[in-house]
Nanobody, 116 residues
Framework: QVQLLESGGGLVQAGGSLRLSCAAS????????MGWYRQAPGMQRERELV?????????TYVDSVKGRFTISRDNAKKTVYLQMNSLKPEDTAVYYC????????WGQGTQVTVSS
């Protein structure tokens, strides 16, 4: 079983930056492809995959964040990061991390609020 704990969110003005962290438990973490997801405010909003990273470090991004967000991982620390630059109000959401494949129990997420 893998447990996930997100942190690093906050309130920032448009154009600002934040760095999110996701600390994971479990030795399997090092072979898991991991992703950052977000759920925007509002009813019936689904979680959107924002960025993903394989165990070997290959990355993928949704078009809306390309060039602004960078996902990385430190397998020794069992941590996945999301560096977010040039933030926009539409990036406002609760951000979660989880495996790209089989989903483990979702953590509480970390709130990111970008003011205009």
């Amino acid at each position: 079983q893998v447990q996930l704990l997100e942190s690093g969110g906050g309130l920032v003005q448009a154009g600002g930056s934040l760095r999110l962290s996701c600390a994971a438990s479990g030795s399997i973490f090092t072979i898991l492809p991991m992703g950052w997801y977000r759920q925007a405010p509002g009813m019936q909003r689904e979680r959107e995959l924002v960025a993903g990273i394989t165990s070997g470090g290959s990355t993928t991004y949704v078009d809306s964040v390309k060039g602004r967000f960078t996902i990385s991982r430190d397998n020794a620390k069992k941590t996945v990061y999301l560096q977010m630059n040039s933030l926009k109000p539409e990036d406002t959401a609760v951000y979660y991390c989880n495996s790209l494949g089989v989903k483990y129990s979702w953590g509480q997420g970390t709130q990111v609020t970008v003011s205009s």
